[in-house]
Every structure is written in structure tokens, then in C-alpha cells.
């Protein structure tokens, strides 16, 4: 548990819990090693990818664990805006959620550099974000988000969002 204040900013408060793993599985590795895949089983034809762009580890294994409870998806993720840009780019992903505040460029941009490159201008992005105020979700909505979802997680409504974007046509 911890938190961490700004004055004229406002504060971030975070609660991580361990990770129970199946002792078949390896442990998952942190994200600072770089871009990481997470298979949720056997990789079929209809899997969906799905590319989280995100620096903190400890938000990225929760998502990990979301993942886990969507049969068919393949998660890749990203640590920084310039990486989830040039992974999206390569392998074209089903599906983008991406962090608001990372390092290096933020979030917006990123967005925006993911809307004007004609092979990942069609991809449905999700924005993440700690900003829950209305004013900053109203922003992220006009931007062109396909959803706004806000930290910490709310876990039903992570896994709603996934399951309409990437199976609406199913």
C-alpha cells in the first residue's frame, strides 16, 4: 500500500496484492524488461490480440490476470508510448488499451500518432487512466477513445470493455 502527493496535482494511491500463480506456470515477469506476450490458451484462428500500452508492473499483472478469464485473447504489452506505437504498428492488434500518463510522450499523443498512421488508424483504443475527474474523462471521450476506464480497475467493467470490442461481431 502507498500513496504519493503533489501539491497543485493531486495524489496517486495504490494497493498491490500478491499473485496466487499456478505452480505449472512461470512466474510473470516485470515489466521492465520490455514488450511481453501473455497467452490465455492455445492459439486458434479466432484468438484477438490485444496491446497494453502501460509502465507500472504492477497494473500490467493485474491486467495479465484479467486476461487470463477471456478465452481467446493474446496480450502483448508496451512500456512506454514510443514502443506500444512501433509494436502496434508491426502487429496490427485487435485492440489497443493505453495508459494516459507514461514517460516520454503521453497517452494523447500516442493516440493521435496511432490515428494518423494507416496501419493502425482503424484499431479501437481504450484510454486508462489514474484522471477520474468528469472534465478529464469528457477530454479523453472528445479525443476519440472508444471507452475511458479509470484506476484503480473495476475489474467487471475492464472485462466488459474487452469482451465488447474485440467479440461485437460474434
Known sequence: MGFSSLVGEG???WV???IALDKKLDAIEPASRGAAD???GPVKSDTRSLLYVEDNAANIALMEEIILGIPAVKMTTANDGESGI???VKSRPDLILLDINLPGIDGIEVFEQ???H???????VIAVSAAAM???IQKGMEVGFLKYLTKPFNVAEVED?????LFRDN
Open 11 to 13: 495524489s496517486k494511491f
Open 16 to 18: 498491490q496484492f500478491p
Open 38 to 40: 501473455i497467452n490465455t
Open 86 to 88: 512501433e509494436i502496434a
Open 114 to 116: 496511432l490515428r494518423g
Open 118 to 124: 494507416p496501419a493502425t488508424r482503424g484499431i479501437p
Open 134 to 136: 468528469p472534465l478529464e
Open 161 to 165: 470493455s474487452i469482451r465488447n470490442s
